[in-house]
């Protein structure tokens, strides 16, 4: 993602910056793109849909991770499946509503820096041993409470100790999936905050119905499906 911006990022279109927003960090696409909306001259018609498309992207970020992770893990596949389903469906609906027009990608760090490195190792390190602490010594309740925590700032580590620990047979995919669309959920409603802090009260409204379907599809999924 971040060599396709180095070639194409100052000149990317709607579609492609969300795009490559949401492989590089969804949480930067959307602070980068609120600040932009807030300003003079900025349109929230196309910082909503950036921000809309890259929040997207991410479930397909935490597939991939998954099933390279833990190719069995495959009672993933359904609410995440749904979960992207209803995020693309209302960022399509919003693309259509704004114009098509090409934007200019904020700076985006390259990822491959040491210091970007050293800090994801010690995110993952801590929510790994988080993971299995909680699962050991307080269960089901501890292991949402580390995904809601977990996946205010992060999805990569989360998902990645996640399927590993799945895999490792540590925890069961019953147990394994609910904890990943739990973070999925509370990062959603973490990355809408801070489009609502940063972007102001006309953005937030412009993305409150990918925001709260997005919300309450998660929840409906941990209740429902959860339960089984």
């Not at 010690?122 to 996946?151: D, E, I, P, Q, R």
């Not at 809408?192 to 599809?217: E, N, V």
Request: glycine share 10%.
């Amino acid at each position: 993602g971040y060599i396709v911006y180095k070639f194409y990022g100052e000149r990317a279109g709607v579609f492609l910056s969300g795009l490559l927003g949401g492989v590089i960090s969804s949480t930067a696409t959307t602070v980068s793109y609120a600040k932009i909306s807030s300003k003079v001259g900025g349109s929230p018609t196309h910082g909503v849909t950036i921000i809309a498309i890259a929040w997207t992207v991410v479930y397909v970020r935490v597939f991939v991770e998954a099933f390279v992770v833990a190719p069995s893990f495959r009672t993933l596949w359904l609410p995440l499946g749904v979960l992207f389903t209803v995020s693309s469906l209302s960022s399509i609906w919003l693309w259509r509503r704004g114009a098509r027009v090409r934007t200019k990608m904020p700076k985006q760090e390259n990822p491959s820096e040491i210091r970007t490195a050293l800090v994801f190792a010690g995110v993952y390190s801590v929510v790994l041993f988080g993971v299995a602490f909680a699962k050991l010594h307080w269960g089901t309740g501890g292991l949402m409470a580390m995904a809601v925590l977990s996946g205010i700032t992060d999805m990569d580590a989360i998902t990645l100790s996640t399927s590993r620990l799945v895999r490792a047979g540590t925890l069961t995919a019953q147990e394994g999936w609910p904890v990943i669309i739990a973070a999925a959920t509370s990062n959603v409603f973490f990355k809408g905050l801070i489009a609502a802090f940063w972007g102001g009260r006309r953005l937030a409204l412009q993305l409150a119905m990918p925001w709260a379907l997005s919300l309450l599809c998660g929840v409906g999924l941990l209740v429902f499906l959860g339960q089984k």
